[in-house]
């Protein structure tokens, strides 16, 4: 059954069809600007068995004979319920805002439908995407050998790093990864990351074969950045253990806090050992083209290999990364000569064939909206709008720092800021820990502000990550207000608290504390 008396031809997108494409485009767009322009919070606080009850009853044998009953499907089950990240009090994750040009750039690549594997079937998309991976390279100060690729986000670049690094390092030691699978001593295969390096690194080590024991956290300053004398310890001890460490990543931009890696050191560190040295710039790439803090990715230059996340810090809808690498022919590891897509030789001349350096076949012209963001909107603004949030996140510091009943633990660097309600040195921590999940449950339920939680020294802290250039101060004095409500609300119901209380100094003398202590040795 479909639409009556209809069959799939009509519904194709072709020359014979354009007037419904153009009116089912317009039936979205009212759909989207209705729900947008009525967005009160960023979310309805809806859990999943509420939810679920709705999908209960479809049964997706069956299709609507009217578009708009399809679309108020879309509405009940969706849009009704949806997280919306333009919202300035949405602070959780690491989702931003995204850009006009960038929605433009979707619809047209959707529309086409253009595939990005080889020449023959995207032509001008090809040099579209090149031309993008040459000036993000550029904008990281990488030489004229350097390329890269499109990937479907920061996950799947680390592990086409890892896996770069992992085959360019066997190569050296004259075994061929691509061919023969695994060297019998692999087992020895070590990767240095931050303590609080990305969980994907773990994620590529085990599906590169070498499990998550492969990835040797490195102990962090206090400003949350890899200890560069800790990491020539760990290398060390690995060496003297007789294993092979192959390759360390830096992270320019840390999930929960925003903490930039000293680039240099490391990579200079990892070079004289023989090792790959990879950047994880997922989040800090915004940096790139900031006009106020580029000089904060100073060594980024140096790396092999490079993550960046468009779709974090560059206002891009999901997906849209890259992985950027210093040496073109590193990416042959993932080369494969198929006969019917982009045999050896294809023309006397050879062809531009993305497929050549990806890990997928089948690709996403991610590389439009991109595009379309640059030209319209402009390099600049884009780093101004990261420098705007980072901004924002600096006077967030300033708001929570004079409160009394917050705790922040570190000074800001990019956008997140982590902290907890502590009103005062009387609770516990099993108690402040309760409080504190409690708070972030309250918020979700009641979807009018959201922030994320995280773990430090074992407890619940909450986390605040800014990238909307349009909140203002205001926006966050709203969502701190939301949180000591409930903070004092969840306090109220933990009426009789015989545990022990805390022995930590109190809030304020905690954050100086902080100061002086090293993450792995609270
Ligand atoms: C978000 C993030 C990733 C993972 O990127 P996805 O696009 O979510 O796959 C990797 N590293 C860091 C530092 C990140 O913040």
């Known amino acids: 059954m479909g639409q009556s008396g209809k069959s799939a031809r009509d519904f194709l997108f072709n020359a014979q069809n354009l007037k ?11 759909l989207v600007h209705r729900n947008i322009a009525n967005s009160r919070k960023p979310f309805t606080g809806t859990h999943p068995h509420e939810l679920a009850e709705r999908f209960r009853d479809i049964d997706l044998d069956q299709s609507f004979s009217r578009d708009s009953e399809v679309l ?88 086409m790093a890892l896996l770069l690094a992992r085959d360019w390092f066997c190569a050296k030691r004259g075994h061929d990864i691509k061919t023969r699978g695994l060297p019998a001593d692999f087992a020895k295969l070590r990767i240095f990351a931050s303590e609080i390096g990305h969980f994907s690194l773990k994620k590529a080590a085990a599906t590169l074969g070498l499990g998550y024991e492969a990835v040797i956290p490195v102990p962090c300053d206090r400003y949350f950045r890899m200890d560069p004398h800790a990491l020539r310890r760990e290398i060390k001890r690995c060496q003297d253990r007789g294993l092979l460490p192959m390759a360390v990543v830096s992270t320019a931009g840390t999930t929960d806090f925003g903490s930039i890696d000293p680039l240099p050191e490391i990579a200079t560190l990892g070079h004289a050992r023989g090792m790959w040295v990879h950047t994880d710039a997922a989040y800090g790439c915004g940096l790139l083209v900031s006009p106020k803090h580029r000089h904060l990715l100073r060594g980024i230059e140096l790396s092999d290999s490079v993550t960046v996340d468009y779709h974090k810090s560059f206002f891009q809808p999901v997906s849209c990364s890259a992985l950027l690498v210093s040496d073109k022919r590193h990416l042959s590891a993932v080369t494969y000569h198929a006969d019917y897509l982009n045999p050896r030789n294809q023309l ?88 504190n ?18 773990k430090v020294r074992g407890h619940h802290y909450l986390k605040c990550t800014l990238l909307n250039p349009a909140a203002t101060i205001q926006d966050i004095q709203g969502v701190l207000k939301r949180i000591k409500q409930h903070g004092q609300e969840a306090l109220a119901k933990q009426k009789t608290d015989h545990s022990v209380p805390v022995s930590l100094p109190d809030s304020y003398s905690l954050r100086r504390g902080m100061e002086n202590a090293r993450l792995h040795d609270l």
Request: aromatic share 8%; charged share 20%.
């Open 72 to 159: 108020a499907e879309v509405q009940a089950l969706y849009l009704d319920d949806a997280v919306y990240f333009h919202h300035p009090s949405y602070a959780a994750h690491l989702n931003c805002p995204v850009v006009v040009p960038a929605l433009l750039g979707e619809l047209i690549a959707s529309s086409i439908n253009t595939a990005v594997e080889t020449w023959d079937q995207s032509a001008g998309a090809t040099f579209i995407e090149q031309k993008l991976i040459d000036w993000t390279a550029g904008k990281i100060g990488l030489q004229k050998q350097a390329d890269g690729v499109f990937t479907s986000g920061g996950t799947q670049s680390n592990l």
């Open 437 to 454: 999940a409690s708070i972030r449950k309250a918020l979700y339920r009641s979807g009018e502000a959201l922030v994320a939680g995280t």
């Open 348 to 435: 006397p001349e050879g062809t531009p064939d993305l497929v050549n350096k990806s890990m997928q076949t089948t690709r996403r012209f991610d590389a439009l909206k991109l595009w379309l963001t640059l030209r319209t909107v402009g390099a600049r603004n884009i780093g101004e709008a990261f420098d705007r949030v980072m901004h924002l996140t600096r006077q967030t510091y300033l708001l929570f720092l004079s409160d009394p009943s917050i705790e922040v633990i570190h000074q800001p660097q990019l956008s997140t800021l982590v902290f907890r309600f502590h009103p005062s040195r009387q609770h516990s921590e099993a108690v402040l820990d309760e409080v």
């Open 20 to 30: 419904r494409y153009k009116e089912a485009i317009l039936q979205g767009l009212e």
